[in-house]
């Protein structure tokens, strides 16, 4: 499953939790779901992240960010 908006692929660990509110919110049992067929809407997962969570996804974004930035000067100091 690929995020909308976010990009990127969805890893397993954010299928489960999607799933599970999926079945809090239609009041059905976790397993009736079948995860190959879900569709991702936006960014639901998100709604339900802690304020850690958030803040270690934000940190973990912009550390990517930085090394990516570093890559890309190496790689005009370098041509």
Request: charged share 40%; glycine share 6%; net charge positive.
């Amino acid at each position: 499953m690929y995020k909308s908006l976010g990009g990127g692929w969805i890893s397993s660990q954010e299928i489960d939790k999607y799933v599970q509110q999926l079945a809090d919110e239609q009041v059905v049992d976790v397993s009736t779901i079948d995860k190959n067929d879900l569709f991702y809407n936006g960014q639901i997962v998100d709604l339900y992240l802690t304020k850690e969570e958030k803040q270690a996804k934000k940190e973990k974004k912009k550390a990517q960010r930085r090394s990516e930035k570093k890559q890309r000067k190496n790689a005009r100091k370098n041509n």
